[in-house]
């Protein structure tokens, strides 16, 4: 029989003792000394045995579905992960089914021969995961007690500020960004809204974000004002552990409760004033005036679908337009039609059928409002509210 190996490498962040050349080297000289054939090496560098969305490991899977390999080969059982229930599904369940032969060379376990090595191997799995398992519970621990200090632990730091090139957990001023972020609070101050500073901020051509950092060519959003207006790091105070991962084997990341939070007062130099700041937050959490309901608001539908008909705000051309709900929810769907058109003249154009029907000396009753609901496509559960709409027309 002829195997064609396969030969897995994975490095961790944390594999410190370990090389990618090392394990490649040693998978190498051991297939070539049993006279297997080579067919690939699937190489995943950087990514934790918890994780089995390795690109390289993906890759490996779908080559066994394809036949192209039948034996895959690894330094240890480890290298291939280190979740016990997934590892053994591996070992137990998936390799045998698509007739894989399996080796963890320092390990000695062959699944091509019955031995003892290859019964234990479940229980090398676990102690994998339990090595995982402490870990990261080992990381977190130092993590928590760097936030507590007041360094650093995230990523990229927001706009205006910049990791210490003496010790990259500590913060300092980004001179040139710190100014934008300023511009942006007095702007807002002034304007006292997140539209209209958006808009200021794109007509001036302000670099955002991903401009400068990433030198991608996007343009400011609300979204993306409010989370640096809202964000306390520029008045010198570090929130960190807002976030966690569900465990150690799930990349999946959970909200964590505000009293476990750790925050840090006066951490780093401010950019911006608690003053200024406090006022920010005021105005971000005064209520806006809405504007006036308009005399048809919930009254009018589709006459294609029977979802309501939006009324959208006045545009460009100084008017406002009707579309039908239904279909902007849907557009790509295509499950009905904008019927779109002038909102004001429909209004108008209703006004004047009402006026032609009513008068001070018209008693109104049922039947004429449903008549009048009928000639312009009103739902017939709206007659109260209409039956005082026209009563303010009239007046």
Not at 345 to 364: C, F, Q, R
Request: net charge positive.
């Amino acid at each position: 029989m002829i195997f064609q190996a396969g030969l897995y490498i994975r490095l961790s962040k944390e594999d410190k003792n370990e090389s990618i050349k090392n394990q490649k080297n040693l998978l190498i000289k051991y297939a070539n000394d049993l006279n297997y054939q080579i067919i690939d090496t699937y190489i995943d560098d950087g990514y934790t045995g918890t994780n089995f969305n390795r690109p390289a490991f993906q890759r490996l899977i779908q080559d066994i579905k394809a036949n192209k390999i039948n034996t895959v080969i690894v330094k240890d059982l480890s290298r291939l992960g280190r979740d016990y229930i997934k590892t053994g599904e591996l070992v137990e369940h998936f390799f045998p089914i698509n007739n894989i032969r399996f080796i963890a060379i320092t390990d000695n376990i062959d699944t091509y021969y019955d031995n003892s090595n290859n019964d234990i191997a479940p229980f090398k799995a676990i102690l994998n995961d339990m090595y995982a398992k402490d870990l990261s519970k080992k990381i977190r621990t130092a993590i928590k007690t760097m936030q507590i200090n007041g360094l650093w632990t995230g990523g990229c730091l927001p706009l205006g500020y910049q990791k210490d090139p003496k010790h990259k957990n500590k913060i300092t001023i980004n001179t040139y960004e710190a100014q934008i972020v300023k511009r942006i609070f007095n702007i807002f101050t002034s304007k006292q809204s997140l539209k209209d500073t958006k808009n200021y901020l794109n007509s001036c051509n302000i670099p955002t974000f991903s401009k400068i950092r990433l030198n991608k060519n996007t343009k400011w959003s609300t979204i993306s004002i409010k989370k640096i207006l809202t964000n306390a790091i520029y008045i010198g105070d570090l929130i960190q552990n807002k976030h966690q991962r569900l465990s150690y084997k799930y990349r999946k990341i959970i909200n964590n409760p505000q009293e476990n939070w750790i925050i840090t007062k006066h951490n780093h130099p401010a950019i911006i004033s608690p003053k200024t700041f406090a006022k920010t937050q005021t105005l971000l959490l005064t209520p806006k005036k809405k504007e006036s309901p308009r005399l048809l608001d919930g009254l009018l539908y589709c006459k294609e679908c029977n979802h309501h008909l939006g009324i959208r705000k006045k545009n460009k051309q100084g008017y406002s337009y009707l579309c039908c709900n239904y279909y902007r929810a849907n557009y790509k769907k295509k499950l009905c039609t904008a019927h779109a058109f002038n909102y004001e003249t429909l209004e108008t154009d209703i006004i004047n059928i009402i006026k032609k029907h009513l008068n001070k000396n018209i008693i109104i009753d049922n039947n004429l409002i449903n008549s009048i609901i009928e000639k312009i496509t009103i739902s017939q559960n709206k007659e109260v509210t209409i039956f005082f709409k026209f009563k303010n027309i009239t007046k």
